[in-house]
């Protein structure tokens, strides 16, 4: 499987943005979606996750409320929608995806086996 994010950039506190993650060389529906992002000097650390079918989430507190996982199967797409922003959400965003599962919602990036190349997001102050 071949992860592509995309949609990062730079946006003001309070601002909105879209990541999306759109895979290839196999279906998503498979698999379990995770997002993780990386602060500069800081470790990866989990942002939120969807099942198989979308119909359970799971979602780091920092970011409950503010973030919403989605996912398209026909489309081989998943989604983080990021409204309020904050200058702490900046980083760069990881999807990725765990084979092992459909149903379980890990939040350890050990977990995931198949990871796309990240996508930037800044936001100012």
């Known amino acids: 499987v071949q992860l592509q994010a995309s949609g990062g950039g730079l946006v003001q506190a309070g601002g909105s943005l879209r990541l999306s993650c759109a895979a290839s060389g196999r279906t998503l529906s498979r698999y379990t979606m995770g997002w993780f992002r990386q602060a500069p000097g800081k470790e990866r650390e989990f942002v939120a996750a969807?099942?198989?079918?979308?119909?359970?989430?799971s979602y780091a507190d920092s970011v409950k409320g503010r973030f919403t996982i989605s996912r398209d199967n026909a489309k081989n797409t998943v989604y983080l929608q990021m409204n309020s922003l904050k200058p702490e959400d900046t980083a760069v965003y990881y999807c990725a995806a765990d084979r092992s599962t459909q149903k379980l919602l890990h939040r350890l990036d050990r977990e995931y086996d198949y990871w796309g190349q990240g996508t930037l997001v800044t936001v100012s102050s």
């Open positions: 969807i099942i198989w079918s979308g119909g359970r989430t």
